[in-house]
DNA sequence: ACCTGTGGCGAAACAC
DNA sequence: GTGTTTCGCCAC
């Protein structure tokens, strides 16, 4: 990143808040050149307000009970709905919290709900996370802001140069030049290093319990600072002997590190010392910091009446607290790997828990020290070292495959116009709509309220007849031809539902729109229409996305010598995120710009062109084996029927259908969303099948994959009769395992992922009757997230905790079955029955003797 | 205050 | 007994 040019005089806006104290916008810059943090507050003289149509003089009339209303403006904006210039009262008020006060009085008010340092952002056209420079000009400084955006796309300017082919870029431009314009800046600006920090803390706690962060009722016993500039910090309380600083060799990880040691009588000074070293940095990760180690150094400070570096920010309840340092920018990276748009879009859904331990494991290789014992009766130094990886994995989640984690949260924030300490808290929902809401900002559109959405659309009764708790009807399954089929082609859709949202014009403002000769403008064969005069937002900006995103980064990302490779890879990736998001956020009646006939009419939309591709499919004469919502699966087909096609989907429907890959053997069984695909070099997909869900026992785990390793030697249908001798002999030792109780308790564990608190659910199954004994038990405390692991047994109960079961209380008949169940979804298709296994002839067996 | 969606399978409890 | 509901986990 060395390479690519940023002045020293530049500052990167790393997070914008609103200051209760000076009640103003406040801006927390990284500056560059002194690698310190720089708070600055809005100069400009913005003030929170919100819109009304009443007028102004009617406004000031009102009696407000104090000096709440500032002035009122008369304002112009476009109404996208109505599509009609409006005038409108912008009533400017005095504390944000001052435009409830307004909207609880006025009967209509617009853009009221918007939190005042986000409206901030869009008014002033901030790029949050974006490189800034002072400008030489201060005398236009009263009304704006003193600083400029950087324009860095030199680089990739000169590489369109290099490249001499701008074709698809320029296309790209052409149809998208606005929005091209705007988002370069965006797009092509570096991340420079960022001085940071990552810490955790260890407190004494109690037999019974977890410590609770609001009683902070134990001392604080350890705390640790991992930095980026090979300087790591632990905070050790020592309570007979004097406070003292050490730089000792220690083995963390296997290796050994220099680590400055503090050591504290008391644990004021800890905390002190602790507190001073966190200003000293501008960005500062933790591990969960909100719910534990920030919200327990909060309340033991106040508890002990010292000061603390903390703004803690929301309500409680049950999203919880946020606590923010005044001098950094902390982010919370529980937050952010937990938030299942990054768990999917950009780590493929890989980490099985949202454990600092699990998510370390799959993204490091590394898993936090296993201690023997309570952690606060550890010696010093094991202590030391427990807390300081946990502080290193930490920050090397953040840091680590070229700062990935980071690049991340920083490009997201700039793309969607969200702060950090914003983005990395909240959802994917929250950025698309920061976005949406910048864009329309920009654009001087008024920002309707979701109702307004409604009333002009009106309330469309979703196409068909719905399921219950379902809101619209979704994607098609295509009843699958039970079987062991030989050469099967699966064709699939690219990103279909974004393709639909792009291609056919969607947004809140183009969908059932009132123009008469829109009405003939149909989503294939539903009732819903579009715009034919103007161009969606929603489906103008994903649109952009989605070829920017496939035509110039993934491109450019796959060039290894190009400096901008890792920057790409990372802008490619954010991008994913989004547009996956989409349909989604469409489809969920908290979004504020969406409506229900936009989600309805892209999946209707999405069933029309799948059963298209397979009424064409088998007027080719070829049949369609199976699909799923965007998928088609089919026989052996000729490369020139694949072609047809391909070709046919591109002219007929206008979605790009491609060749995913070709099974050599896939066996479907007679259920939807199971099944096995062997591709021609030997590798396999499994699907759905129980044999691979999380919560199978790891031996049936084994023993299925054992099944699949054989199946991988299948290449044509002469070989099944082997196939299948082999596969009944592996089943049968299995099953004698069980029998003679030879599978370890470790083995049998079911484990389960709790989504609710144990007192929560509603019906007693094994595991929240499990959870309750452990509860009982070891008076630990069992909270949604965790993971019980339990076995069945013949106890009277029917389960047990692994830990607490013997071998002996197993019980075998259970286990039979769920043996039964994994095996039957491959071996009814290969002609075995599970009956054939324990020892009895089958009916096709019997009539052949 | 916060929150992407629907379709589908299997285990087990619950309702009758 | 059966049918329905609740729950977790997965496909897309």
Known sequence: MAELSVGSSSRLLLSVRYDAESNKAQMLWYDLESKTLVKELDATGHGPYCLTNVPPNEVLSKNWSSEIVVKCEEVTKWNLLEEKEVKLTKVIVDKPTDVIKVRNQLENTWESHIKYHHNWIYDLGIIPGGLYSKTENTEESQSTLRYRLIHDFRQMEARLKEMQIPQVIQEILERYGDLMDNYRDVFNQPIPEIRCAAVDIETKYDEMSFPSPQKA????????????????????????????????????????????????????????????????????????????????????????????????????????????????????????????????????????????????????????????????????????????????????????????????????????????????????????????????????????????????????????????????????????????????????????????????????????????????????????????????????????????????????????????????????????????????????????????????????????????????????????????????????PTKDVIETLIKWSTEHLGFDLELEKIYRVCILSRRKKNYLGILEDGSYEIKGLLGKKRNTPPFIQRAFQEMVNILTDLKDPTMLPDIRERIKKLLKSYYNSVEKRRIPIEELAIAVHLTKNPEDYEMETPFVKVAKQLEEKFGRKITRGMIIRYVRTNTPEGSMAVELAKVEDIDVATYKTYLDSTFEQIIDVLGISTREIHGQVNLMQFFQK
């Open 217 to 636: 009722e134990y001392p604080v016993i350890a705390a640790a600072m991992a930095t980026n500039e090979g300087k790591d910090v632990v905070f050790l309380l020592r309570e007979q002997e004097g406070d003292e600083e050490v730089v000792k060799q220690l083995k963390v990880k296997g290796s050994l590190q220099e680590v400055i040691l503090r050591y504290f009588s008391r644990e004021e000074d800890l905390l002190k010392s602790l507190f001073k070293e966190l200003n000293e940095y501008p960005l500062i990760f933790t591990f969960n910091g909100d719910n534990f180690d920030f919200a327990y150094l909060y309340h033991r400070a106040k508890r002990l009446k010292i000061d603390h570096p903390f703004v803690v920010r929301g309500a409680g309840g049950r999203g919880g607290r946020e606590y923010l340092l005044s001098n950094a920018v902390h982010i919370d990276l529980y937050h952010f790997f937990s938030n299942p748009a990054i768990k999917t879009s950009a780590y493929g859904n890989a980490y099985p828990t949202n454990s600092l331990d699990d998510i370390a494991d799959t993204i490091l290789g590394e898993r936090k020290i296993q201690l023997e014992g309570r952690i606060d009766e550890q010696e010093l130094d094991a202590l030391a070292i427990y807390c300081l990886n946990d502080a290193q994995l930490t920050l090397q989640l953040a840091l680590a495959r070229d700062r990935t984690a980071l690049q991340l949260m920083i490009l997201l924030g700039r793309i969607c116009k969200t702060p950090l300490e914003d983005l990395n808290r909240s959802r994917v929902s929250s950025w698309i709509r920061n976005l949406l809401y910048f864009e329309h900002r920009r654009k001087n559109y008024l920002i309707p309220n979701q109702r307004d959405i409604y009333d002009v659309i009106g309330r469309v009764t979703p196409h068909q007849a719905m399921m219950k708790d379902k809101k619209f009807k979704g994607g098609f399954v295509v009843e699958p031809i039970p079987g062991v089929h030989f050469n099967v082609a699966v064709l699939d859709f690219a990103s279909l539902y974004p393709s639909i949202i792009s291609a056919k014009n969607l947004s809140y403002e183009t969908i059932l729109c009132r123009h008469p000769e829109c009405v003939n403008n149909v989503l294939g064969d539903t009732e819903y229409w579009t715009c034919t005069r103007r161009k969606g937002m929603l489906s103008n900006l994903l649109g952009f996305f989605r070829d920017v995103r496939v035509l110039w980064f993934k491109q450019q990302a796959k060039e290894k010598d190009n400096p901008l490779s890792s920057l790409y890879q990372s802008i490619e990736k954010s991008l994913k995120v989004l547009i996956n998001a989409t349909y989604g956020v469409m489809g969920s009646e908290f979004f504020p710009l969406s409506h229900i006939s936009i989600a309805d009419g892209t999946a209707a939309t999405g069933r029309w062109a799948i059963r298209q591709i397979i009424g064409k499919a088998e007027q080719l004469g070829v049949r369609v084996l199976y699909g799923d919502t965007d998928s088609v699966f089919l026989e052996s």
